[in-house]
């Protein structure tokens, strides 16, 4: 189990089968968890910045400023993160090359309300949900590319498009009300 704390800011690793904790120090108060698919890494999103963690070594490897606040943030085995700024900048989300701190913006550059991420198991589809839809994107390392609206959902604003986890097995993506997306 992975976590990140606010006070004091602090990425922990918990084995509760072992019965122990290891941590590291964040330079920033963190907003998001990201952990790539086979659990060697982690990125955390701050207030204008992306840290990169060694979960093997606990090492923060680097700290990237960014140009927005991050809310939710997915880390791909390639190496790239995928992260939303606030939905009321009305700002697209972005990829960020998390060895060399590179940032870039959605290849269309357009506005989106996708707040929260699951990225699919090939790595090569981002899900995203805000704003009452639910949106699917092409990823092909740092290009971000809208593939298709998969629903909208008037009802279910508050509800259904908050955080959202992707099943470690199964081809699922359940939501924080408890829905479940195949």
């Not at 008037?154 to 959202?164: I, K, L, T, W």
């Amino acid at each position: 189990i992975v976590t990140v704390s606010k006070a004091p800011y602090r990425l922990r690793v918990l084995d509760p089968m072992a019965n122990q904790s290891s941590s590291v120090d964040l330079p920033l108060r963190p907003t998001a968890l990201g952990i790539n698919p086979d659990g060697t890494y982690a990125a955390v999103g701050h207030d204008g910045h992306l840290s990169i963690i060694n979960l093997e070594s606990l090492d923060r490897e680097a700290t990237w400023p960014v140009t927005f606040p991050v809310v939710d943030v997915v880390l791909a085995s390639s190496g790239w993160a995928y992260a939303t700024p606030p939905s009321d900048r009305h700002s697209c989300m972005r990829s960020v090359d998390m060895s060399t701190g590179l940032e870039l913006l959605r290849s269309d550059n357009a506005t989106d309300y996708s707040t929260y991420l699951v990225l699919h198991d090939g790595q090569d589809v981002l899900y995203g949900s805000g704003g009452g839809y639910f949106h699917g994107f092409e990823v092909d390392g740092g290009t971000i590319t809208f593939n298709r609206d998969l629903g909208f959902f008037p009802n279910s604003v508050a509800n259904v498009f908050g955080p959202m986890w992707k099943h470690a097995t199964r081809a699922q993506i359940y939501t924080r009300n408890g829905d479940v997306l195949k």
